[in-house]
C-alpha cells in the first residue's frame, strides 16, 4: 500500500491530485466520483459579477489552449450559497479561488467567503491591481506581499498564492507571498499570449490577448515549479500542462507538493482519476512507501562537463 | 504523450456521462461535403436523448492535430443495435480528420452531453424547420415525437435538391416531409414563412423547433410570438469542455435582467426560441 497522503501546510489531502481553477465544474460529477479527488478547486470569483470576455474566447494549437475567458462569475454572495453548498456533499477540501482589484478588496472578498464549508482560499493574483495602473500583482512582489497579508488578516483559512509564469523573477514573487503568510504557492498560472489572424488581419481572441495553456508549457512552468520550490519553505503545488501521471510524477520530483490538473479535463474529463491511479502504480513499482517521498526527489546533479570527463579518462 | 486510456465509470446510473471508445460501422459520404458515421457505441446508445450531443475526439492525421474535441449532434440513436449515428460537414481540420475514419476503428466519444429538446405532455404537432446539416440536429426530435405519439412535419432546406439528407429517414418515422431548395427558389424566407403560417393556421402547431439558419431562427421567433407557440433552437459555438467547465462556447440570450451569456454545451444546446439572439 502507497500511502497517498500529502500535507500542504495545515490542511492534509488525502492524495496530491486536484483540479486547477476555472477548469472543472459541476458537471464532472457526471462523469466520475468527486470523492477520489486530493481537493476539489473552484473557478475564481471576483467582488463583482462579471459576464467575461467577448467572443471568441478560445485558439487551439496543437498541444496548447490559449483562452480568455474574463472570469465570468456571479460574485461571493451567489458563490457562498448556491456553489460552496453544492459541494459540502464531497468529502475533499474544497478550495475558494479569489481575485480582486485592489489590497482592500480582496481582504474584504476573503473575508466575505471564509464560511463554512469553504476550506482554502487560493489567491489568483494574476489580475490588474488599479492601484498600479493595472499592472497585475503576480508581476510585482511588493504588491503581492501586501495583498497576501491583508487576506491572511481577514480569514482565518489557509491561504495559498498562485503565482503567474509572467513575472520576471519567480522566486521574489514567491518569498514575498512567503512573507505575507501564504501557507502554499501555485505555481503558476496561464501564460499571456495573443494570436493574429493574417488573412482577416484581426486578433483571434476577443480579448486580443489570452491565457496559454496545456502540454506545451510544460517545460517552462516545470521549471518555474522547481525554482520557486528550492526558494521558499513553504510547499509548492505544481500547475501547467499536466496530462498523466509521469508529468504530475515530474513536478512532484521537481519540488512541488501536490498537482492541479487544467486544460486536460477539457480533453480527458476523467484524467485526473488516471493521473491518481498512475501516481500510485509508479510509487508502488519504484518501492516508494509514501507519494510524499517524491516531493523534491529529483537527483540534480549536473550532467559530467567535458573537463572532468577528461581528468576521468 | 501517451494518452490516458478512456475511463468511463461502471454504474450508469449514478455516472451518466462518460468518456467511452465507439467502434466505426461506417464512416460514408452522403453527398459532396457530408459524411454519415456510424458507430457502435451501447454505453452511449443506451443513455442518449434527441437533442444532446456528443464530443468527439477527432483522430490526429499527419496533416491535422485536432487538440480539443468537436461537438457533434446526435443524428440518430439506435439502442436497439447499441448504435450512434452522426452527420457531419467537412469544414475543418477536425471533420477533415473525422474523415479519415474507417470501419473498425475505434474513436474516442465523450456523452451524452447537454440539454435536448423537450416534449410537453399534451402537445399534438411538432414543426421542425432545418437547413443543411442542422437537420442532423431536429432528427432525434423526429423519432421521439413518433414515439410518443406525436405528429411530426418537417421542412427541409437546402441549397440543391441533391443535398437533401434525409429524407427517406424522416419519413420513415411517420413525419411528413416538405423540401425546399436554393436552386429552384423555394427556400425563401418569405416563401417558407408562408409555408409555415398555412400548416400552423389548418393543422395547429405546438411546438415550432429549428436548427441550422439565422433567417429561419428570426422568421420562426416572429411566428412563435405572434401565435403563442413554443419554440426551441438548438444553437452551435465553438467549445471547449463541453461539459460546462471552461466557460468557452458562450453565446448572447434575453434574459429577464437583460443580455447574458449562456453556455451552448450546459444551458443548451436546445434553447427556448425566444431568449436566442441572431447571430
Ligand atoms: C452542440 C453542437 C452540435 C453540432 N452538431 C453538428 C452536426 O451534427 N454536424 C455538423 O456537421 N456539425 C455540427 N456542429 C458543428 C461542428 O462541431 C463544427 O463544424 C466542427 O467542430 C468543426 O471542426 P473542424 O475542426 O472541422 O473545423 P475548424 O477548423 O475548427 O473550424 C472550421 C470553421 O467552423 C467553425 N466552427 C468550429 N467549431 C465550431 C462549432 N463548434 N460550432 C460552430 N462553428 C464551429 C470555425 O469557426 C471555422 O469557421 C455542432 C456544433 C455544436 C456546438
Ligand atoms: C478555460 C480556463 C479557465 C481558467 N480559469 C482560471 C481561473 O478562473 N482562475 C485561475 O486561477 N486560473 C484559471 N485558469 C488557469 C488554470 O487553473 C491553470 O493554472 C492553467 O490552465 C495551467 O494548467 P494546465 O496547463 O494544466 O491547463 C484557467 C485555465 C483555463 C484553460
Redesign the pocket.
Known sequence: MVDMSVQIGRVSLANPVMPGSGTFGEGLDDVMDLNRLGAIVAKTITPEPREGSPL?RVVEYKDAFLGAIGIPNKGPEHFVREIASFYRQFSPPFVASISAPTVEAFGKIAADVSKPGIDILEINISCPNLEKDGKAFAMDPDATEKAIRRITECTDLPVWAKLSPNAGDAPTVAQAAEAGGAEALTVANAMVGMAIDAEAMRPRLGNITGGMTGPATKPVILFMAYQVARSVSIPVIGCGGISTAEDAIEYMLAGASAIQAGTVNFIHPAAMLDIIDGMEAYCRRKGIERVSDLTGALDDDEGMKLEQLAKSA | MSEPAPKAAADLERFPVGEMIGTVVENTAVNDG?NHLVLDAPRGAATAKAGQ?FHLL?PPTGE?T?FLR????I?RIDRGQGRLE?????????????ATLKAGDGLNIFGPL?VGFTLEDGWKHVLMVARG?GL??LAPLAELAAERDVRVTAILSARSPEFMMSEEYLRSVGAKVITVNDADGTSNVDDVERTVRGIVEAEGVDLLATCGSNRLLLMLQCLAREYGIAGQV??????GCGIGMCFV?VLPFRTPDGLAYRR??KD??VFPIEEALSW
Open positions: 471568441p | 457530408y450531443f477527432c491535422h485536432p468537436r461537438p457533434m449532434s443524428y452522426f452527420l457531419y460537414k467537412i469544414v475543418g481540420g477536425g471533420t477533415k480528420a473525422l447537454g446539416v442532423a440536429t438548438a444553437l452551435e459555438q465553438l467549445m462556447c451552448v454545451c443548451g444546446p
